[in-house]
């Protein structure tokens, strides 16, 4: 580990290099007041910025846990965790709440959760749940600051800035933090593997590139391991190796770490499934969302009603707990009829499919954001809506290449915004197998459209700033 710790703190160091230009001008060239004094403090000031970033994430997300009864924050699927992490502390086996070996979870959230419980003697019923969920707010409030560190090496100081406290102050981020579920932690992972593939990137040392394509890998696995989304795995080898440039001296080495080590701990979590349950796969959960939850859509698309779509669902779990079956005889059972109703309603299904991505993009859901800290209120649901909507309509403008894009002060790396981009889109685009869990599915857009939306609000600025004033006429 010390050599590892070592070789990272070289490859930081080996990659660290003057951020952009911090001098803003107008169109005609003249410096802005204000402006580069901002930019130059920045600059300047990592550990004084990075500062303010996390105090902008940490205060909101403690706030939203301490303010909600611990019971509230704890949904259906929370349990779910509990009982492996539990059954982790006081048997040393991963079980589930039957004491049998856990198969649909993966082990990286509840593992997270024991290491908490271990560190702080708590345990995770009534009063030391909060203490838990606090210990959990304060480590996944720095992923907005990882997101800091990335924005700073591929937008203007004053960008990066905007788009790491937007997503700061997101209430969407500030809640998941705290929730008994996997979304906060699974962010914390992207935002940190995605700030590690631009220090390989940027890095002149093979040697530096290994080792940051090892560490890349350890989180792609970390993160697959929390939310069993193993095509993660090769859609990070393809970012690695095109940001890091196919024609560069070690790509092959680079790219090589970074699958085994980016593999290895799924295999092996593959192989604890093969032994202990005889289900050789990473989880059976892609089964259960595409039976209980695309086909019972499609069948309800199919009757004319998408509302019946949880009566179907629920017929479903009822006929389930009677089947007599092995995991894996229960998988391919219930992969085998929602084929067989992918079939029947092709078109219905890739439409089911791509309703339940959209819903997920643009729900406000205050029953996640508000309810667990009681704070709803009449026209919340309009109030967070025209919210997200604001941060989208920022964001498109932050995408869209500016007018003066050319000048120093306006010049960011859209390549890599759109690697960000691309990356989140994918990952989001896979909750259309499942439906119901409102904004929790899009928790990878956290970390772009705040991002884009800096963008977009520092360029509104400036265009407002430099539109004319519409001298009076004189009268006649």
């Given at each position: 580990m010390t050599s590892v710790r070592k070789g990272l703190n070289e490859l930081y160091k080996a990659t660290e290099k003057a951020p952009l230009s911090e001098i803003a001008s107008d169109r005609n060239g003249n410096q802005q007041a204000g402006i580069p004094s901002i930019s130059t403090w920045l600059r300047d000031h990592f550990y004084w910025a990075s500062l303010i970033v996390l105090i902008a994430s940490l205060v909101p997300r403690l706030f939203m846990t301490l303010a909600a009864v611990p019971h509230d924050l704890v949904f259906p699927d929370s349990g779910t965790y509990f009982s492996p992490a539990m059954n982790l502390?006081?048997?040393?086996?991963?079980?589930?709440?039957?004491?049998?070996?856990?198969?649909?979870?993966?082990?990286?959230?509840?593992?997270?959760?024991?290491?908490?419980?271990v560190v702080t003697g708590n345990s995770l019923e009534d009063e030391d749940l909060r203490t838990v969920l606090v210990v959990q707010t304060v480590i996944l409030s720095l992923s907005v600051v990882f997101l800091y560190w990335l924005a700073r090496r591929i937008l203007p100081p004053a960008m990066a800035l905007t788009g790491a406290l937007l997503a700061g102050l997101s209430p969407w981020g500030a809640v998941e933090a705290g929730l008994p579920l996997t979304e906060g932690l699974f962010v914390f992972l992207l935002a940190l593997l995605l700030l590690m593939i631009k220090l390989v990137e940027d890095t002149t040392s093979v040697k530096h590139a290994v080792w940051g394509s090892i560490a890349v890998g350890l989180l792609t696995g970390a993160a697959i391991l929390v939310r069993p989304v193993w095509p993660l795995l090769l859609f990070t080898a393809g970012t690695l190796f095109y940001r890091y440039g196919p024609r560069r001296k070690g790509v092959g080495l680079v790219l090589a770490f970074m699958i085994v080590s980016a593999a290895s701990p799924v295999m092996l979590w593959s192989a604890r499934n093969g032994?202990?349950?005889?289900?050789?796969?990473?989880?059976?959960?892609?089964?259960?969302?595409?039976?209980?939850?695309?086909?019972?859509?499609?069948?309800?698309?199919?009757?004319?009603?998408?509302?019946d779509r949880w009566e179907i669902r629920q017929s479903i779990l009822n006929d389930e707990a009677t089947w007599h079956?092995?995991?894996?005889?229960?998988?391919?059972?219930?992969?085998?009829?929602a084929k067989a109703v992918f079939?029947?309603?092709?078109?219905?299904?890739?439409?089911?499919?791509?309703?339940?991505?959209?819903?997920?993009?643009?729900?406000?859901?205050?029953?996640?954001?508000?309810?667990?800290?009681?704070?709803?209120?009449?026209?919340?649901?309009?109030?967070?809506?025209?919210?997200?909507?604001?941060?989208?309509?920022?964001?498109?403008?932050?995408?869209?290449?500016?007018?003066?894009?050319?000048?120093?002060?306006?010049k960011v790396d859209r390549s890599w915004l759109l690697t960000i981009l691309a990356m989140c889109?994918?990952?989001?685009?896979?909750?259309g197998m499942s439906y119901g869990g409102g904004a929790r599915f899009r928790s990878p857009l956290e970390?772009?459209?705040?991002?884009?939306?800096?963008?977009?609000?520092?360029r509104t600025f400036r265009y407002l700033k430099r539109a004319p004033i519409a001298q009076p006429q004189p009268s006649m």
């Open positions: 502390l006081e048997h040393g086996a991963f079980l589930n709440g039957k004491q049998m070996p856990e198969v649909s979870r993966t082990p990286g959230y509840p593992v997270f959760l024991l290491a908490i419980m032994q202990e349950a005889h289900f050789y796969g990473l989880s059976d959960i892609s089964g259960k969302a595409a039976w209980w939850c695309l086909a019972s859509r499609v069948m309800a698309q199919a009757k004319g009603s998408d509302a079956l092995s995991v894996k005889q229960a998988n391919d059972e219930r992969w085998r009829r079939r029947e309603h092709p078109v219905l299904t890739v439409h089911s499919f791509f309703r339940s991505v959209a819903e997920h993009m643009v729900h406000p859901d205050p029953s996640i954001v508000l309810t667990p800290a009681r704070l709803n209120f009449p026209g919340d649901y309009l109030v967070l809506a025209g919210l997200w909507g604001g941060m989208v309509v920022l964001a498109y403008l932050g995408w869209r290449k500016a007018p003066d894009c050319t000048l120093s002060a306006d889109l994918f990952l989001t685009l896979l909750s970390l772009i459209v705040p991002l884009l939306a800096g963008v977009g609000l520092i």
